[in-house]
Protein backbone atom coordinates (compact mmCIF):
# COMPACT_ATOMS: atom_id res chain seq x y z
CA UNK A 1 0.00 0.00 0.00
CA UNK A 2 2.79 2.56 0.96
CA UNK A 3 4.05 2.30 -2.90
CA UNK A 4 0.66 4.00 -3.87
CA UNK A 5 1.49 6.72 -1.25
CA UNK A 6 5.07 7.18 -2.76
CA UNK A 7 5.90 6.12 -6.39
CA UNK A 8 2.90 6.16 -8.14
CA UNK A 9 0.73 9.00 -5.57
CA UNK A 10 0.91 11.24 -8.57
CA UNK A 11 -0.38 9.06 -11.29
CA UNK A 12 -3.12 7.56 -8.49
CA UNK A 13 -4.21 11.28 -6.98
CA UNK A 14 -4.17 13.93 -9.81
CA UNK A 15 -7.40 14.64 -11.60
CA UNK A 16 -9.09 13.21 -9.13
CA UNK A 17 -13.09 14.09 -9.05
CA UNK A 18 -14.33 11.94 -6.08
CA UNK A 19 -11.80 9.37 -3.76
CA UNK A 20 -13.99 6.90 -2.28
CA UNK A 21 -12.55 5.24 1.13
CA UNK A 22 -13.81 2.20 2.93
CA UNK A 23 -13.29 1.81 6.71
CA UNK A 24 -14.27 -1.96 8.37
CA UNK A 25 -15.97 -0.82 11.60
CA UNK A 26 -15.27 -4.59 13.49
CA UNK A 27 -12.19 -6.20 12.82
CA UNK A 28 -10.58 -9.62 14.42
CA UNK A 29 -9.59 -8.42 17.81
CA UNK A 30 -5.94 -9.97 17.82
CA UNK A 31 -5.54 -7.37 14.72
CA UNK A 32 -7.70 -4.63 15.50
CA UNK A 33 -5.72 -1.77 16.71
CA UNK A 34 -3.00 -2.31 14.06
CA UNK A 35 -5.47 -2.49 11.51
CA UNK A 36 -7.73 0.47 12.57
CA UNK A 37 -4.75 2.74 13.07
CA UNK A 38 -3.48 1.75 9.32
CA UNK A 39 -6.54 2.39 7.81
CA UNK A 40 -6.19 6.12 9.78
CA UNK A 41 -2.70 6.82 8.49
CA UNK A 42 -4.00 5.60 4.79
CA UNK A 43 -6.81 8.21 5.01
CA UNK A 44 -4.59 10.73 6.10
CA UNK A 45 -2.16 10.13 3.57
CA UNK A 46 -4.80 9.59 0.78
CA UNK A 47 -6.58 13.24 1.81
CA UNK A 48 -2.96 14.45 1.24
CA UNK A 49 -2.07 13.31 -1.60
CA UNK A 50 -5.82 14.92 -2.88
CA UNK A 51 -4.95 18.40 -1.60
CA UNK A 52 -1.39 18.36 -3.50
CA UNK A 53 -3.17 17.23 -6.77
CA UNK A 54 -7.04 17.23 -6.59
CA UNK A 55 -7.64 20.08 -4.19
CA UNK A 56 -11.16 19.90 -5.21
CA UNK A 57 -12.06 16.39 -5.51
CA UNK A 58 -14.84 15.44 -2.97
CA UNK A 59 -14.36 12.73 -0.54
CA UNK A 60 -16.90 10.05 1.17
CA UNK A 61 -15.39 7.82 3.94
CA UNK A 62 -17.75 4.43 4.06
CA UNK A 63 -17.66 3.14 7.78
CA UNK A 64 -18.74 -0.52 6.77
CA UNK A 65 -19.74 -3.73 8.57
CA UNK A 66 -21.47 -1.90 11.26
CA UNK A 67 -24.01 -5.05 11.22
CA UNK A 68 -21.21 -6.95 12.80
CA UNK A 69 -22.00 -4.52 16.08
CA UNK A 70 -25.05 -4.63 18.39
CA UNK A 71 -27.92 -1.97 17.39
CA UNK A 72 -27.30 0.16 19.94
CA UNK A 73 -23.29 0.68 19.60
CA UNK A 74 -23.23 0.84 15.67
CA UNK A 75 -24.18 4.78 15.55
CA UNK A 76 -22.23 5.57 18.80
CA UNK A 77 -19.09 3.68 16.75
CA UNK A 78 -19.91 5.51 13.71
CA UNK A 79 -19.47 9.12 15.07
CA UNK A 80 -16.17 7.96 16.40
CA UNK A 81 -14.91 7.36 13.08
CA UNK A 82 -16.72 10.33 11.47
CA UNK A 83 -15.01 12.90 14.43
CA UNK A 84 -11.87 11.25 13.74
CA UNK A 85 -11.55 11.40 10.10
CA UNK A 86 -13.18 15.20 10.27
CA UNK A 87 -10.34 15.81 12.44
CA UNK A 88 -7.73 14.93 10.17
CA UNK A 89 -9.08 16.34 7.02
CA UNK A 90 -10.92 19.83 8.16
CA UNK A 91 -10.31 20.95 4.64
CA UNK A 92 -11.52 18.52 2.79
CA UNK A 93 -15.17 18.43 1.30
CA UNK A 94 -15.94 15.15 3.42
CA UNK A 95 -18.89 13.07 3.65
CA UNK A 96 -19.19 10.20 6.32
CA UNK A 97 -21.43 7.56 5.47
CA UNK A 98 -22.64 3.78 7.99
CA UNK A 99 -23.00 1.13 5.22
CA UNK A 100 -23.80 -2.55 5.60
CA UNK A 101 -24.76 -4.80 2.42
CA UNK A 102 -27.76 -6.64 4.96
CA UNK A 103 -29.75 -3.39 4.66
CA UNK A 104 -29.95 -0.28 1.67
CA UNK A 105 -27.54 1.93 3.43
CA UNK A 106 -24.92 0.61 0.91
CA UNK A 107 -27.43 1.81 -1.97
CA UNK A 108 -27.55 5.12 -0.42
CA UNK A 109 -24.45 5.50 -0.61
CA UNK A 110 -23.67 4.84 -3.79
CA UNK A 111 -26.61 7.00 -4.69
CA UNK A 112 -25.06 9.81 -3.05
CA UNK A 113 -21.77 9.43 -4.77
CA UNK A 114 -23.22 9.05 -8.42
CA UNK A 115 -25.11 12.25 -8.05
CA UNK A 116 -21.91 14.01 -7.01
CA UNK A 117 -20.73 13.00 -10.80
CA UNK A 118 -23.65 14.66 -12.33
CA UNK A 119 -23.28 17.95 -14.38
CA UNK A 120 -25.78 20.88 -13.67
CA UNK A 121 -27.67 18.60 -11.07
CA UNK A 122 -30.25 21.85 -10.28
CA UNK A 123 -31.06 22.29 -14.08
CA UNK A 124 -31.95 18.46 -13.99
CA UNK A 125 -33.84 18.83 -10.50
CA UNK A 126 -35.67 22.15 -12.51
CA UNK A 127 -36.79 19.91 -15.04
CA UNK A 128 -37.91 16.68 -12.80
CA UNK A 129 -39.60 19.15 -10.54
CA UNK A 130 -41.67 20.20 -13.85
CA UNK A 131 -42.27 17.28 -15.58
CA UNK A 132 -43.47 15.76 -12.28
CA UNK A 133 -46.57 18.56 -11.94
CA UNK A 134 -47.34 17.95 -15.73
CA UNK A 135 -47.14 14.38 -15.46
CA UNK A 136 -49.35 14.70 -12.10
CA UNK A 137 -46.70 11.56 -10.90
CA UNK A 138 -46.97 10.61 -7.23
CA UNK A 139 -43.36 10.68 -7.87
CA UNK A 140 -40.27 10.79 -11.34
CA UNK A 141 -37.11 8.83 -9.96
CA UNK A 142 -33.90 8.59 -12.70
CA UNK A 143 -31.82 5.80 -12.19
CA UNK A 144 -28.31 5.43 -13.71
CA UNK A 145 -28.57 2.68 -16.38
CA UNK A 146 -25.78 -0.03 -15.90
CA UNK A 147 -26.42 0.46 -12.12
CA UNK A 148 -29.49 1.11 -11.37
CA UNK A 149 -28.67 3.78 -8.82
CA UNK A 150 -30.80 6.95 -8.47
CA UNK A 151 -29.60 10.24 -9.86
CA UNK A 152 -32.31 12.06 -9.31
CA UNK A 153 -35.76 12.42 -7.86
CA UNK A 154 -38.53 14.84 -7.93
CA UNK A 155 -41.96 14.71 -5.85
CA UNK A 156 -45.87 16.03 -5.70
CA UNK A 157 -46.94 14.52 -2.13
CA UNK A 158 -44.74 13.50 1.08
CA UNK A 159 -44.34 9.73 0.75
CA UNK A 160 -42.95 7.66 3.78
CA UNK A 161 -41.65 4.91 2.14
CA UNK A 162 -37.90 5.15 2.61
CA UNK A 163 -37.23 2.10 1.24
CA UNK A 164 -38.79 2.60 -1.92
CA UNK A 165 -35.80 3.65 -3.90
CA UNK A 166 -34.13 0.71 -3.78
CA UNK A 167 -37.73 -1.43 -4.23
CA UNK A 168 -38.13 0.54 -7.43
CA UNK A 169 -34.39 -0.24 -8.50
CA UNK A 170 -35.22 -4.09 -8.11
CA UNK A 171 -38.28 -4.12 -10.09
CA UNK A 172 -36.46 -2.48 -12.96
CA UNK A 173 -33.42 -4.91 -12.93
CA UNK A 174 -36.23 -7.78 -14.00
CA UNK A 175 -35.95 -9.01 -17.12
CA UNK A 176 -39.73 -8.23 -17.83
CA UNK A 177 -39.26 -4.83 -16.86
CA UNK A 178 -37.10 -4.41 -19.99
CA UNK A 179 -39.83 -5.65 -22.54
CA UNK A 180 -40.81 -2.60 -24.19
CA UNK A 181 -39.75 0.95 -24.17
CA UNK A 182 -42.94 2.05 -22.32
CA UNK A 183 -45.04 0.22 -20.23
CA UNK A 184 -47.26 0.87 -17.33
CA UNK A 185 -47.56 -2.04 -15.15
CA UNK A 186 -49.13 -2.31 -11.42
CA UNK A 187 -46.30 -4.46 -8.82
CA UNK A 188 -47.33 -6.69 -6.03
CA UNK A 189 -44.36 -3.76 -4.32
CA UNK A 190 -47.39 -1.55 -4.19
CA UNK A 191 -46.04 0.97 -7.02
CA UNK A 192 -47.42 1.31 -10.25
CA UNK A 193 -44.14 2.05 -12.34
CA UNK A 194 -43.97 3.48 -16.01
CA UNK A 195 -41.00 3.64 -17.74
CA UNK A 196 -39.85 5.42 -20.62
CA UNK A 197 -36.02 5.03 -22.33
CA UNK A 198 -34.82 8.29 -23.29
CA UNK A 199 -31.45 8.74 -25.74
CA UNK A 200 -29.39 11.61 -26.71
CA UNK A 201 -26.07 12.42 -28.28
CA UNK A 202 -25.04 14.69 -25.51
CA UNK A 203 -24.43 14.15 -22.10
CA UNK A 204 -27.10 12.55 -20.10
CA UNK A 205 -27.17 12.21 -16.66
CA UNK A 206 -23.91 10.40 -15.82
CA UNK A 207 -23.51 7.79 -18.35
CA UNK A 208 -21.55 9.37 -21.01
CA UNK A 209 -22.16 10.07 -24.42
CA UNK A 210 -24.66 9.20 -26.99
CA UNK A 211 -25.84 6.67 -23.74
CA UNK A 212 -29.53 5.82 -22.47
CA UNK A 213 -30.98 6.56 -19.44
CA UNK A 214 -33.86 5.36 -17.79
CA UNK A 215 -36.69 7.16 -16.29
CA UNK A 216 -39.22 5.57 -14.25
CA UNK A 217 -42.33 7.36 -12.86
CA UNK A 218 -44.27 6.00 -9.83
CA UNK A 219 -47.49 6.07 -8.45
CA UNK A 220 -48.31 4.60 -5.51
CA UNK A 221 -51.67 1.86 -5.01
Not at 25 to 33: I, L, M, N
Not at 65 to 91: G, I
Not at 111 to 117: E, P, R
Amino acid sequence: MENYFESQRENIFQHCEVLIYVLVAVRDQHTQVDERKKDIEYFKAACDSLATHSPSAVTFALIHKLDLLHESKRMEVFKQYEKELLNLAPNRNLTCLPTSIWDDTLFKAWTKIVAVLVPDPQILQDHLDFMCQVLQADEIVIFEKNTFLVISHALTKSIQDSYRFEKLSNIIKQPQSHACDCHSEPRKSGFRTHSVSVSRTHMNGATGRGSQTDMHISNQL
